[in-house]
């Protein structure tokens, strides 16, 4: 079974680009996370679906970032006028909870460094 | 204040030592999973423990939900073990946070 994929691997841009990042989940996964993970940090949420849903966006700063999933399934973060603030590993993230719960299986990332 | 919280920061290890990590979270929770992190990014699940002990080779991972810790033992540290191990919780609504982790580095 395929597990979550996401590109670009690396992306590299100079302040004030626009930048976006894909993330296709796991299927039949209804659940989607996306973080941020600046350098020496631990992933910090930034938003997540359910279906095409978003539950929770309260850490995505709104004015630059925005995230869709409009079918329910792949998702596109994008980053408008991007700033050295910005530079992290960007990590997606799918899960498909049932009883009990089941933690969410992650992608190997989009490292972003902004200059 | 933070709902998960590591310690220690970083660690140094002769390979062979072992190495515990501790895990502390301030709030309920739903699920409680530990991630290894290598060096290029990459996260590997390790244990999904919300309770009670799991072992798995040489880690070991304990969560005692009413003193609201987990820890993870590693036992005869390698160099490969080298890395940043991270814990987080589900908080109920599917939403998970992370702590900020623990860089192991595991020298010759």
């Known amino acids: 079974e395929a597990g979550v994929t996401q590109s670009p691997r690396y992306a590299v841009l100079q302040e004030g680009q626009a930048v976006s990042f894909w993330c296709d989940p796991i299927s039949g996964h209804d659940t989607l996370y996306w973080y941020q993970q600046p350098r020496d940090q631990g992933p910090q949420l930034l938003v997540y679906f359910r279906d095409e849903a978003v539950i929770d966006n309260s850490q995505l700063p709104s004015d630059r970032f925005s995230a869709v999933r409009p079918k329910g399934t792949n998702s596109t973060l994008k980053i408008q006028s991007a700033k050295q603030g910005d530079t992290a590993t960007y990590l997606c993230?799918?899960?498909?909870?049932?009883?009990?719960?089941?933690?969410?299986?992650f992608g190997e990332g989009t490292r972003l460094s902004v200059l | 204040g933070q709902q998960v919280q590591q310690s220690p920061a970083s660690l140094v290890l002769q390979e062979g030592e072992n190495a515990e990590l501790q895990c502390n979270f301030s709030?309920?929770?739903?699920?409680m999973q530990w991630f290894y992190q290598r060096p290029e990014g990459s996260l590997v699940s390790l244990f999904y423990?919300?309770?009670g002990t799991k072992q798995s080779g040489r880690l070991t991972s304990t969560t005692v939900i009413k003193e609201r810790r987990s820890s993870l033992h590693i036992s005869s540290s390698q160099i490969t073990d080298s890395g940043t191990y991270l814990c987080?919780?589900?908080?109920?609504?599917?939403?998970?946070?992370f702590g900020s982790g623990t860089r192991l580095l595991v020298s010759p």
């Open positions: 423990n919300p309770s």
């Open positions: 987080a919780i589900g908080t109920g609504g599917y939403k998970v946070v």
């Open positions: 993230a799918s899960s498909q909870p049932g009883q009990g719960g089941e933690a969410p299986l």
């Open positions: 709030t309920s929770l739903n699920s």
